[in-house]
C-alpha cells in the first residue's frame, strides 16, 4: 500500500528555535499534500495544502509567516516552525493524495521548552 | 461546506460483541467517504472508503461501513470485535472537488476482555 513517511518522529527543543518536520511519499507521486495538527484528545485540524510547485493555501487563522511549508516535488514537502513557542507544541501530521484515499504520515509530536 | 459528525465520545463494548461507531455527515452533492483508525502516537490508518457502488463496503481488519444516503450516515461495524481494535476512529468526508478532507472529532472505542 501506499505509504507516507514523516521525520522527525518527536522534536523537544528551545523556545525561538525553527524547526523542519519532512513529509515524503515513499511509492507514489503526490499530487496533494496536507498539514496537519493535532491537540490531545481532539481532532484534526486542517493547517494548509500545498500542491507541488505552487504555494501552499492556509486555512484561516493559520499563520504562513509561521508555519512554512515547501512542496518542492512530487514527494517531498516540508512544514517549517519558525521561531517555535510553547504554544506551537503539538502533534503535527502530514497526508498525501493523489486519487483517493489520502494517506498519512505517522505523525510529528513537537514540543518547544 | 463539509461537515461530519460522530456522536459518541466513547464506545465500550466487550470482545466478542458486535460493534458499531456512528457516524453523520453533510456535503454539497454525492460525498467520499472514509473511516481512519489512529493508534497512540501514530497518524491515522485508512480502514475503507465509499465513493460508488455497493453501499456496504468491506474494509480492513474485517471492519465495514454502510453507506445511508437517506440518513446521511456511514456507521462503521464489525461483527467481533477485538482487544486490539482498541483506539481512536475518525470518520472523515469530502465533497468531489478537490478539498481537503474533513474530519468528524473521532470516537474512542475501548474493547474489553
Redesign the interface.
Known amino acids: 500500500g501506499a505509504v507516507v513517511s514523516q521525520h522527525p518522529s518527536w522534536v523537544i527543543c528551545k523556545s525561538g528555535t525553527s524547526v523542519k518536520i519532512e513529509c515524503r511519499s515513499l511509492d507514489f507521486q503526490a499530487t496533494t499534500m496536507f498539514w496537519y495538527r493535532q491537540f490531545p484528545k481532539q481532532s484534526l485540524m486542517l493547517m494548509a495544502t500545498s500542491n507541488e510547485g505552487s504555494k501552499a493555501t492556509y486555512e484561516q487563522g493559520v499563520e504562513k509567516d509561521k508555519f512554512l511549508i515547501n512542496h518542492a516535488s512530487l514527494t517531498l514537502s516540508t512544514l517549517t516552525v519558525t521561531s517555535a513557542h510553547p504554544e506551537d507544541s503539538s502533534f503535527y501530521i502530514c497526508s498525501a493524495r493523489t486519487g483517493q484515499p489520502q494517506h498519512f504520515g505517522d505523525g510529528t509530536r513537537l514540543s518547544i521548552l | 461546506a463539509q461537515s461530519v459528525a460522530q456522536p459518541e465520545d466513547q464506545v465500550n463494548v466487550a470482545e466478542g460483541n458486535p460493534l458499531t461507531v456512528k457516524c453523520t455527515y453533510s456535503v454539497s452533492g454525492n460525498p ?1 467517504l ?1 473511516w ?1 483508525v489512529q493508534y497512540p ?6 480502514l475503507l ?1 465509499y ?1 460508488t457502488g455497493d453501499n456496504l463496503v468491506k474494509g480492513s481488519y474485517g471492519f465495514e461501513a454502510e453507506f445511508n444516503k437517506s440518513q446521511t450516515s456511514f456507521h462503521l461495524k464489525k461483527p467481533s470485535a477485538l482487544v486490539s481494535d482498541s483506539a481512536l476512529y ?1 470518520c472523515a468526508v469530502r465533497d468531489m472537488g ?1 478539498t ?2 474533513v ?4 470516537t474512542r472505542l475501548s474493547v474489553i476482555a
Open positions: 467520499y472514509f481512519y502516537n501514530r497518524g491515522l490508518q485508512f472508503k465513493i475518525f478537490n481537503p478532507l474530519f468528524g472529532k473521532g
